[in-house]
C-alpha cells in the first residue's frame, strides 16, 4: 500500500501579522493575492478564522499547541511555554515525520528544564520543541545580512536599520523609497529559496513535513520595487476609527494606555512620534506600503507553489497556509496588534488537501479559530487525536460536511502585562494577573471582559461594525451584557485544562483519557 495515501506531505506556512481580509480571494477591494486565490481555488478558504492572542509568541502558543491562552499561559513575548504542553512539532514527529522549520517560532523555553547560565533564557525567540532547524531567521535577521553580503549589498549597522528607505525622507512622513535590498532579496525570498534547496534534498519515498514561518508582512513598513508603487494611498477602504485620536483615547481607559504607547519608530526605523498623530495622508501611505508587502510575500509563495509542482510533490502536498496575528493598519488610528478590534486577530486560513477534491475552491463563513489548526493537523496526517485541546478539527469543513454544535462565536484573549518592567500594572493600579481581556466576537455582538476593575465594552456590530460606540452601559442592552457576561464564564468554564481531567484512576485502572505529546 502506498503510505502516502495516508501520509501526506505537510507544508504549515505562517504569514506573520497578515490581516485576514488583505486577500483578493477574500473579496479585498484593492490588494491583489494571485498565488494565495489559486491555492484558495484549490483549496478551502476560512472566512471567518481568528488568532487566539497576540502578541507573536502567544499567537504562536495558541496554534502551535490548540490551547487557548487561558491553558497554555504564553501570555507576552517572553513568558516561557510550559514543557508539559504537547505541541504541532512533537506530534508531527510521533507520527513518522522529520519536522523542519524555517523562520522561527518565538517559543520562550521553559526555564525550569534549562540550567541558569544558558543563552536560551536570554531571547524570547527560542524553538518549538520537535523541530529540526533547517533555517532559523529570528528578529536580528544575522542569516539573512550575512547572505546578503555574499551578494554585495552593504548591510550597514544591521537590522532594523537596512529596512530604512535607501534614499532619504522627511522627519515626521512615510515614503515609499526601496531599500537597498531588491525583490529578489527580501527575508522572504530568502526563506523562499532555503525550502525550495531543501526541497531538491527530499527523497520522494518519504513524506515530509514543513514549517515556513514568514516575517512579512511584519514591519518594519518598507518593500522593494515594484511592490512599493504597486498601491495608490488613495486607493482603500475607509479606516474604522473615531473622529479623531482623543476621541478614541476617552472611550475606554484601555485604549488611552494603548494610544499612548504608540511609538512611529517601531513600524519605521528612525521617525520619532507618536503613531496616532499621523496624518490620513501618512496613514495612507503606510497601508499602500503594507500591500505591497502582501503583494511580494504573495510572489514568493508562488515560488514555493511552482516548486512543489517541479518537484514532482503538489498532488502529494497538503498545504496549511495562516498568521499568528493581524495588524490595526490605521484602524482606530493604530499600528500594530493587541487590545481587542478585530484588525488584531481576524487571520487568513486556506488549507489545501489534495485528497479532497470535491471541495476545492469552496469558503466557509463559520467562526474558525487558531487553535483549530493542531487538531486539524492530526487528523489531516492520521496522527491519533487529543481530547484536551480547545480547538477542533476542520476535516469536516474540508469534506463538506458541518460539524455538530460548531461555534457559534470567535474567542481571543490579550495579556497586557509588563513582568519586566511592571509599566502596565504602575498604570493601572492593578497586579500582572488582572492586566488581561477576553473576548467573545458573535455575528451579532461583541463583548469584552477587563480584568482589574476595568470596565466592559459591548458593541452592537450590526449597527457598529467598526466598535465604534459601547453600549455595554445603556439600559436597553443590559440583557445581552448579562448574556455575553455568562458566555464567557461558561466558555472558560468548559476549556480549563482538561489534560488530566478526562480521565480517571479506577479499581480498573484508568478510564477514560490521558493526553501524550
Known amino acids: ?46 472566512r471567518r478564522h481568528y488568532g487566539g492572542a497576540a502578541p507573536c509568541s502567544p499567537a504562536r502558543a495558541c496554534l502551535y499547541t490548540g490551547l487557548y491562552q ?34 522561527y517560532t518565538d517559543v520562550s523555553l521553559d526555564p525550569r528544564r534549562l540550567p541558569a547560565g544558558d543563552p536560551r533564557l536570554r531571547s524570547y525567540e527560542g524553538v518549538l520543541p520537535g523541530f529540526t532547524v533547517r533555517q532559523a531567521l529570528p528578529e536580528h535577521q544575522k542569516q539573512w545580512l550575512s547572505w546578503l553580503r555574499t ?51 527530499q527523497e520522494k519515498s518519504a513524506p515530509w513535513f514543513a514549517h515556513i514561518s514568514f516575517i512579512s508582512p511584519h514591519p518594519p513598513f518598507i518593500v522593494p520595487e515594484p511592490y512599493n508603487t504597486m498601491y495608490d494611498p488613495a486607493e482603500g477602504p475607509a479606516f474604522k476609527r473615531a473622529t479623531n485620536p482623543q476621541a478614541e483615547a476617552g472611550s475606554h481607559p ?34 499602500a506600503i503594507y500591500y505591497g508587502m502582501i503583494s511580494e510575500v504573495d510572489a514568493q509563495l508562488g515560488r514555493v507553489w511552482q516548486a512543489i509542482k517541479s518537484a514532482g510533490a503538489w498532488d502529494d502536498t497538503l498545504v496549511v497556509l495562516t498568521s499568528d496575528h493581524a495588524e490595526m493598519m490605521g484602524d482606530h488610528f493604530m499600528l500594530g496588534k493587541g487590545g481587542f478590534f478585530d484588525a488584531s486577530y481576524h487571520i487568513p486560513l486556506i488549507i489545501r488537501d489534495p485528497r479532497r477534491e470535491a471541495t476545492a475552491g469552496s469558503s ?53 502585562r509588563t513582568v519586566a518592567q511592571g509599566e502596565a500594572e504602575r498604570h493601572f493600579g492593578i497586579g500582572s494577573n488582572a492586566c488581561n481581556l477576553a473576548v467573545i466576537r458573535a455575528a451579532d455582538f461583541k463583548y469584552v471582559h477587563f480584568g482589574g476593575g476595568l470596565p466592559a465594552l459591548l458593541f452592537d456590530l450590526t449597527k457598529d461594525p467598526g466598535d465604534l460606540n459601547n453600549v455595554a452601559n445603556d439600559p436597553a442592552y443590559l440583557p445581552v451584557r448579562l448574556e455575553f457576561a455568562e458566555k464567557t464564564l461558561a466558555w472558560r468554564a468548559a476549556h480549563l485544562d482538561q489534560s488530566l481531567a478526562l480521565a480517571e484512576l479506577t479499581e480498573d485502572g484508568v478510564v477514560g483519557y490521558v493526553s501524550r505529546q
Not at 22 to 28: F, I, K, P, Q, V
Not at 75 to 101: E, F, K, Q, W
Not at 369 to 396: C, K, N, Y
Open 151 to 201: 551578494q554585495g549589498i552593504d548591510t550597514g549597522a544591521g537590522s532594523p536599520d537596512i529596512h530604512r528607505p535607501a534614499r532619504g525622507q522627511a522627519e515626521r512622513d512615510v515614503t515609499n523609497a526601496p531599500p537597498v535590498y531588491s525583490k529578489d532579496q527580501t527575508p522572504t525570498a530568502f526563506l523562499a529559496g532555503e525550502f525550495i534547496r531543501w526541497l531538491g534534498e
Open 254 to 287: 484601555y485604549l488611552a494606555y494603548d494610544l499612548a504607547g504608540q511609538k512611529r519608530t517601531k513600524f519605521i526605523p528612525g521617525i520619532e512620534g507618536n503613531v496616532p498623530d499621523w496624518s490620513e495622508e501618512n496613514f495612507r501611505r503606510i497601508r
Open 364 to 416: 466557509v463563513d463559520r467562526f474558525t479559530e487558531a487553535v483549530d489548526i493542531f487538531p486539524t493537523m492530526l487528523d489531516l496526517i492520521g496522527a491519533a487525536p487529543q481530547r484536551h485541546l480547545d480547538g477542533r478539527s476542520l476535516a469536516p469543513w474540508l469534506d463538506g460536511t458541518e460539524p455538530e454544535a460548531w461555534r457559534d462565536a470567535a474567542h481571543w484573549e490579550f495579556d497586557f
Open 70 to 103: 487561558m491553558n497554555n499561559r504564553v501570555c507576552r513575548n517572553g513568558t516561557p511555554l510550559d514543557a508539559r504542553h504537547g505541541n504541532i512539532a512533537l506530534s508531527a514527529r510521533a507520527a513518522g515525520y522529520d519536522p523542519t522549520l524555517f523562520g
Open 1 to 46: 500500500m502506498d503510505n502516502r495515501t495516508h501520509r501526506p506531505n505537510v507544508l504549515l506556512i505562517t504569514c506573520d501579522q497578515w490581516r485576514g481580509d488583505c486577500l483578493s480571494a477574500a473579496g479585498h477591494p484593492v490588494v491583489r493575492t494571485p498565488n494565495v486565490d489559486a491555492l484558495a481555488a484549490e483549496g478551502v478558504l476560512f
